[in-house]
Structures are given as C-alpha cells and as structure tokens.
C-alpha cells in the first residue's frame, strides 16, 4: 500500500522558514519523481517544486531561489526547505510521486498523494 506522509507545516511569520518532510514507502521510490504542491482556499493545486530519480531538480517560478527540494533516496523522505517566506505561500502542501514527466509540475503527472500539511505565513 503506497503511503505518502507530509509533516513539518506550521504557522510562521514572513521572512520565516520552514522545513517539509514527505515520507514515502509502498512503492520503489527511487524510481518516482517526487513533487510538492499547493493548494491556497479558492484557488488550483499548483506545482512548487519536483525532483528527479537522478536528483535533477524543477521550480516554480514564485519559488525559484527561495525554495529548495531535496531527497534522501536511502530513507525514502523527501524534503522541501522554504526560506524567505511570504503570506502568499500560505496553503496546504502536499507532496506526491508520479512516473511520468518531472519537469512541467503538472498534477497529472503524478500518481500517489499525499494527506498535505498546512503551512500558514502572517505578516
């Protein structure tokens, strides 16, 4: 049974910092992409961010430099570092595993989901 676990949200102040992690098992992860997206009240999932098998990475546009994903293939957790933070990255974060392209953060790419995790940024 394929199980993808987020922790790490939180509620934090603008300039703040946040570490996500995504547990995986069920499935042979080292050979996914892993991605983390987002869903704010009233608006479309969208892609964050998404790494590769060989660890080759892609970032939204809002996030590019402020983000960083990363993976720890040995222990099936993948994580997301955000620093900088701002109230528009306010909404649940869900990280999920697809076998298709990795480049384009397109939902549908993506296979198995996870429950999210709220992160909550105040100004």
């Known amino acids: 049974q394929v199980q993808l676990v987020e922790s790490g949200g939180g509620s934090v102040q603008s300039g703040g910092s946040l570490r996500l992690s995504c547990a995986a098992s069920?499935?042979?992860?080292?050979?996914?992409?892993m991605g983390w997206f987002r869903q704010a009240p009233g608006k479309e999932r969208e892609g964050v961010a998404a790494?590769?098998?060989?660890?080759?990475?892609s970032y939204a546009d809002s996030v590019k430099d402020r983000f960083t994903i990363s993976q720890d293939s040995a222990k099936n957790t993948l994580y997301l570092q955000m620093n900088s933070l701002k109230s528009e990255d306010t909404a649940m974060y869900y990280c999920?595993?697809?076998?298709?392209?990795?480049?384009?953060?397109?939902?549908?790419?993506?296979?198995?989901w996870g429950q999210g995790t709220q992160v909550t940024v105040s100004s």
């Open positions: 790494i590769d098998s060989d660890d080759t990475t």
């Open positions: 069920g499935y042979a992860y080292s050979r996914y992409c």
């Open positions: 999920a595993a697809g076998r298709r392209y990795c480049d384009y953060l397109w939902a549908g790419d993506f296979d198995y």
